[in-house]
Nanobody
């Protein structure tokens, strides 16, 4: 049974920072592409960032490049999303997702097998 548990969301002022975490069980983060998606009210879920299982390459939504950083701690089996210079338009529920073991996963949500419950990020202006 694979479980992904997100934490770290909250309310922050514009320009502030948050670090989201995604603790995985039942699947090692070193053998699956791991990603963050977000969904704002009234909008579709969108890709934010991913880190591939091998060799740990990263990819980002254009609007978060230079502000967000995805990383993983293999020992803790946890993936992180460091979010700096937050903007009101970053407000959304953020979801962690795990792709199939040792297979390619890209920006499409259908590429991912397992999802966390989501954590709310609210950025005030």
């Amino acid at each position: 049974q694979v479980q992904l548990v997100e934490a770290g969301g909250g309310l922050v002022q514009a320009g502030g920072s948050l670090r989201l975490s995604c603790a995985a069980s039942g699947r090692t983060v070193s053998t699956s592409t791991m990603a963050w998606f977000r969904q704002a009210p009234g909008k579709e879920r969108e890709f934010v960032a991913l880190i591939t299982w091998n060799p740990g390459s990263t990819d980002y939504l254009d609007s978060v490049k230079g502000r967000f950083t995805i990383s993983r701690d293999i020992v803790k089996n946890t993936v992180y999303l460091q979010m700096n210079s937050l903007k009101p338009e970053d407000t959304a529920v953020y979801y962690c997702a795990a792709g199939p073991s040792q297979r390619v996963a890209r920006r499409e949500s259908r590429d991912y097998e397992f999802w966390g419950q989501g954590t709310q990020v609210t950025v005030s202006s």
